[in-house]
């Protein structure tokens, strides 16, 4: 009887030894890397899974790597508009912003969802620093002009990023803090701007040359054939992205081009992940098999 309860446990020490040691190798390669992780409004619902989000980005800190995050906030500035009597519309996966709604999608990002983020993850020690993308000149933007079956579109205070000054974000890094900033840039025409929180990481993570962008999402990756969810595509190359790009639809269209402009801009890999799966990231970044899509230069 003794004998049986030893050699259970035995084994149940094995497994968990067994898989840390799987992460040698991990943590010997990312150590010191930057890593760009977008945590979009979908994946940030549930309080159980923000609290492992935060553990998370916590664990790659003490791990040695350098996180930087970026939020979004889609659903909670939806319904902060909706509580006010404004209307969200989306085209082409992108919010149609009045002057009336930025000031909304301003207060909503900065001062509740990046102070909600900043404070999870100081629970585990003085770490993160928030931070708007108009800080410092981090994202300037200009008015993007929408384009929608070849006709120009108003799409109102949505702004494409034209410079990105990483300074402030580095020097957070390198005093040990974990960046946590929010998709919002400042026009030079004085105006600001409201950016799609994926298009501002894959920015972000080209101007640090980071080692990987992680976008966290509510799906498990990106599926071959949308709307049929059982086959998730597990790799693919720039190239093939590209051709699929204008098959695909709503949230994740700017998801998709943000993977392709990182691993264009010198970004060696860009992962989409399910962010419903509790510690998605350690998954991804520890073990063998990873999860979710992974899109690569080639
Ligand atoms: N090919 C596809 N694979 C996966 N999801 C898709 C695809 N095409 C469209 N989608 C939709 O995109 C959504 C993700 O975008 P979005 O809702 O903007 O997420 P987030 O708030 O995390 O940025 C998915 O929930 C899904 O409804
Ligand atoms: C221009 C544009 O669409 N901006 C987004 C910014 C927030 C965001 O991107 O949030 P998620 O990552 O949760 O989708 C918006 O207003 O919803």
Avoid at 36 to 42: C, H, L, Q, R, S
Avoid at 250 to 258: H, T, W
Wanted: charged share 20%; with cysteine.
């Amino acid at each position: 009887m003794k004998q049986m309860w030893q050699s259970g446990r035995t084994g149940e020490a094995h497994a968990k030894a067994g898989t840390l040691i799987e992460a040698l190798p991990w943590l010997a390669r990312f150590h010191g890397a930057t890593v760009v992780i977008k945590y979009g409004g979908n994946a940030m619902t549930e309080e159980a899974l923000r609290e492992g989000f935060a553990e998370d980005i916590v664990f790659l800190h003490y791990a040695g790597l350098r996180p930087v995050v970026v939020h979004g906030g889609g659903p909670q500035i939806s319904s902060h508009l909706d509580r006010l009597g404004i209307e969200s519309t989306f085209t082409a996966g992108l919010r149609v912003t009045t002057p009336e709604a930025m000031q909304v999608v301003r207060m909503v990002l900065v001062g509740q969802v990046n102070r909600d983020i900043v404070g999870l993850v100081n629970r585990h020690g003085p770490f993160a620093v928030g931070m708007s993308g108009e800080d410092a000149h981090l994202f300037t933007a200009e008015r993007k002009h929408a384009v929608v079956d070849g006709e120009p579109v108003d799409i109102g205070q949505v702004g494409d990023i034209v410079r990105v000054d990483p300074g402030a974000v580095r020097a957070l890094l390198d005093d040990g803090r974990i960046p946590v900033v929010s998709s919002v840039a400042r026009g030079e025409d004085g105006q600001i701007y409201n950016v799609n929180a994926d298009t501002a990481a894959a920015a972000l993570a080209v101007a640090l040359q980071a080692q990987k962008l992680i976008v966290l999402t509510d799906v498990e990756g990106l599926y071959a054939n949308w709307p049929d969810d059982t086959d998730v595509i597990a790799q693919l190359a720039a190239g093939e992205l590209e051709a699929m790009l204008p098959t695909l639809s709503s949230g994740m269209v700017p998801k998709m081009e943000a993977c392709l402009t990182a691993v264009r801009g010198g970004v060696p890999q860009a992962h989409v992940l399910d962010g419903r799966v509790p510690h998605a990231l350690l998954l991804e970044i520890f073990t063998n098999e990873g999860i979710g899509t992974m899109v690569m230069p080639s």
